[in-house]
């Protein structure tokens, strides 16, 4: 199962993190975009662009960390170029043995869930016993507020077609307990509830590990509620975003792993993709050199993790 390729390859390589990439074209080294926008400015030479950035990071990174999340946000921005910068990104990063994170967030009623769960996850029917998939990814994030009926149909999928997800349950932003922090009649936090019904919705697909494919997107922004969630969350896996740019730390993030270190995959996109920008690595590395600041940053990071996880013992 597909969940069990992620902890396999994280506990392979030592790294329970993930690399976002959420490239916008400020990111670019000029030298990069030099060269695309040499014949002309628009959307085609802008995604052309971003996917040689998105290469050279996944080349950078490939060996030494588990998993790539894509932000389409940043994809959608260039319309149809966009997508297809989304999706060429995807499958190079599947070249390089990455597990690939679509971070889409997608949800509706459940006939049109069903539609976003077959572009996503299953395949698009063409023709007669023609079908092909839309996107190459291995776990997309969803958004739980529709209820069951707009989450069976992805977890249909993940059974179908061995793919997992990450569903909302406590985001990192700061106004997410606006909404997620309110306490209902019977004592409970709504993120608490939304936890409870993650664990439901993820039972029958669990793998040799004890977790399941249906997983939950908690920030480390909420190290408190990060460590409630773990301890009612026994079979879900977290993805865990918040780390650098958002200000989380090493010891913010610990309470998200279980007793073996597993339950929990970080996230860091910003303070990876624009570590040549950073005062840490601006002065070691030329703008040429991004990816090679992209790896020593996520080798820090890996570290960091590491040693908080070691002084937690
Ligand atoms: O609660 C959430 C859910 C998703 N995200 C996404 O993770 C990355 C974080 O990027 P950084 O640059 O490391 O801050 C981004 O794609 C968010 O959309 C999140 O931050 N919090």
């Given at each position: 199962m597909i969940i069990d390729k992620l902890i396999e390859t994280s506990v392979a390589k030592q790294n329970p993190t993930v690399i976002g990439l959420?490239?916008?074209?400020?990111?670019?080294p000029e030298h990069i975009k030099r060269r695309y926008f040499a014949s002309g400015i628009d959307m085609k030479m802008a995604c052309e662009a971003i996917l040689e950035f998105n290469r050279s990071i996944i080349d950078a990174v490939y060996d030494i960390v588990p998993a790539v999340k894509i932000q389409m946000a940043y994809y959608e921005m260039y319309g149809f170029y966009g997508i297809k910068c989304f999706n060429d990104t995807a499958r190079y990063a599947k070249s390089k043995g990455l597990i690939v994170i679509g971070d889409v967030k997608r949800n509706d009623i459940g006939a049109t869930a069903q539609a976003y769960a077959t572009a996503y996850l299953g395949q698009t029917f063409i023709d007669d016993g023609v079908a092909q998939n839309a996107f190459d990814v291995d776990f997309i994030t969803v958004n739980p507020y529709l209820g069951f009926d707009g989450i069976k149909p992805f977890v249909d999928a993940c059974k179908a077609y061995d793919k997992g997800l990450f569903i909302l349950v406590?985001?990192?932003?700061?106004?997410?307990?606006?909404?997620?922090d309110v306490v209902t009649r019977d004592g409970k936090s709504i993120y608490q509830i939304v936890g409870q019904l993650v664990e439901e919705w993820g039972q029958d697909v669990i793998g040799q590990f004890g977790y399941s494919a249906v997983g939950a997107v908690v920030g480390a922004t909420y190290p408190e509620q990060l460590l409630r969630l773990r301890q009612d969350m026994k079979h879900t896996y977290f993805l865990v975003p918040g780390y650098g740019a958002q200000g989380a730390s090493a010891e913010d993030i610990?309470?998200?792993?279980?007793e073996h270190g597993l339950g929990a995959i970080v996230n860091a996109s910003r303070s990876i993709i624009c570590a040549y920008k950073s005062d840490k690595w601006s002065k070691a590395f030329k703008p040429e050199e991004f990816y090679q600041a992209a790896r020593c940053e996520a080798i820090d990071m890996r570290n960091d993790i590491a040693t908080a996880m070691i002084m937690k013992r």
């Open positions: 959420d490239t916008r074209i400020e990111y670019v406590k985001t990192s932003n700061p106004s997410s307990g606006q909404v997620q610990i309470n998200g792993f279980d």
